[in-house]
């Protein structure tokens, strides 16, 4: 596997199969890069909000969906058939999640 970021601090996680997935604009990083590039992004100041139980339910909910959501792109890249919509939409779900999990953090 190898780590690329975008111009964004994207982190992408390439295997040499998908080599054909990777942008001219990405920059390849080791993996203590990517390892500091992450907790950057999981410590980025948010704002504390007061979470009802049904916020909470809800969130808890949605971040199930997400893992039934992930599953069929992550298929895809286990067998090596992924596409690029495949990767992005694990990055996004992935975002997602992210965010989620900082506000139940944050309650």
């Known amino acids: ?8 601090n994207e982190i992408y ?9 990777v942008r001219p604009d990405w920059i390849e ?5 990517r390892e500091a590039l992450l ?5 980025a100041d948010l704002e504390p909000e007061v979470l009802t139980e049904q916020q909470i339910s809800a969130i808890k909910e949605r971040l199930l969906e997400i893992d039934v959501e992930s599953i069929r792109p992550l298929r895809a890249i286990a067998t090596d058939t992924a596409q690029y919509y495949d990767h992005q939409k694990l990055k996004t779900l992935n975002q997602e999640r992210v965010q989620l999990l900082r ?3 944050n309650k």
């Open 103 to 105: 506000l139940l953090k």
């Open 13 to 21: 996680v390439i295997s040499d199969a998908q080599m054909h997935l």
């Open 1 to 8: 596997m190898k780590f690329f970021k975008d111009h964004h």
């Open 29 to 33: 990083i080791t993996e203590k890069q």
């Open 39 to 43: 907790s950057q992004q999981d410590h």
